[in-house]
């Protein structure tokens, strides 16, 4: 997968936790990230469609959490 999101942040979040993180641990989790938010703007897509809609709204993200988790 094409990378989306920087490391960066995620790295940073990583070293809040207290504990030493390798730079492969922060890409780890930054690829996590992106595949779980492609997961949910799908859902969210189908959400917005059965609602006969071509836009993703914030209800249409909420409703993909739920259906996810």
Request: no cysteine; hydrophobic share 45%.
């Amino acid at each position: 997968m094409t990378e989306v999101l920087p490391v960066a942040p995620f790295r940073n979040m990583l070293k809040r936790t207290g504990v030493r993180v390798s730079g492969d641990a922060s890409e780890a989790l930054a690829e996590i990230i992106e595949e779980l938010g492609f997961l949910v703007i799908e859902e969210a897509r189908e959400a917005a469609i059965k609602a006969k809609r071509k836009t993703i709204r914030k209800v249409d993200i909420e409703t993909a959490r739920r259906n996810l988790w």
